[in-house]
């Protein structure tokens, strides 16, 4: 019966309180983002992101630093301070990796509060703008909180953000060795380019032998490739949403 019930609030998430926003870039975009951060999506991607020459998103929550999620390492501080010298966003994923089914929207606040005060701390007062939901769960309740404090939300719902999108539920794409095999990337890239739209990816760990929520390096060169080949402009999140929406 719980399942039941949490497919349910998943469903009026996505489908009520929808707060549409015009999605009309002059060119496609693509954004790369990484959740929890496993410390291989820095070791990793990183160089691989820099022989591209492209920055992207990295969704953090402070409770993982230094700890154990998936049986994989988590990033540590230092490589935070990386990633973010190197260019790249820092957005927000709840400070505990904590569902949004499972707390209130106070709970929800909190938790963000708390986030934003521990990077601020690591990172010399940065300021997270964008949030991506643990798991990809979007409480209808959520949705005002995270209207509030950031610039947009991305779940894990897949598709193309095109004409218009909740701007507090983006779709996205799985750069997961889960889901990989059922995308047709090449037509999601031309879909993205035809139609002036925003592709986002998600994953997690960056390595040979993923867990099944990562990817391996090869995957990541690939969509990046596939991203060039289509002229996608290569955006982090938060610039994304900037131009998506001018």
């Known amino acids: 019966m719980n399942a039941f019930i949490d497919k349910m609030r998943r469903r009026a998430g996505r489908y009520l309180d929808v707060r549409s926003t015009p999605v009309r870039p002059s060119r496609g975009i693509f954004s790369l983002s990484f959740d929890d951060i496993p410390v291989s999506a820095w070791t990793e991607a990183g160089p691989i992101l820099a022989e591209h020459g492209i920055k992207a998103t990295y969704y953090v929550c402070g409770g993982l630093s230094g700890g154990e999620n998936m049986g994989l390492p988590q990033f540590e501080p230092e490589h935070l301070e990386a990633l973010r010298d190197a ?5 927000c994923h709840t400070f505990e990796h904590v569902s949004t089914l499972r707390i209130d929207a106070a709970e929800l606040d909190a938790s963000l509060a708390r986030n934003a005060a521990w990077v601020s701390d690591v990172l010399d007062g940065y300021e997270m ?8 769960d979007c409480a209808l309740g959520s949705k005002e909180v995270i209207d509030r404090r ?3 939300g991305r779940g894990v719902r897949d598709g193309v ?5 909740d701007r507090n539920l983006l779709q996205a794409v799985g750069l997961e060795s889960r889901r990989l ?5 090449e037509g999601l890239m031309a879909e993205t380019a035809a139609n002036s739209g925003w592709l986002i990816a998600y994953g997690h760990d960056v390595m040979d032998g993923p867990t099944p929520y990562g990817c391996t390096p090869d995957d ?3 969509i990046i490739r ?3 080949a289509a002229d996608l402009e290569i955006l982090p ?3 994304a949403w900037e131009r998506a929406t001018a």
Do not use: I
Request: with cysteine; aromatic share 14%.
């Open 87 to 91: 260019g790249h966003e820092v957005g």
């Open 129 to 136: 703008r964008t949030f991506a939901y643990p798991f990809g």
């Open 150 to 152: 950031f610039l947009c």
């Open 161 to 165: 953000n095109a004409g218009t999108a």
């Open 181 to 185: 095999p059922g995308y047709d990337l």
């Open 220 to 222: 990541l060169d690939r």
């Open 226 to 228: 596939l991203a060039k």
């Open 237 to 239: 999140v938060a610039a």
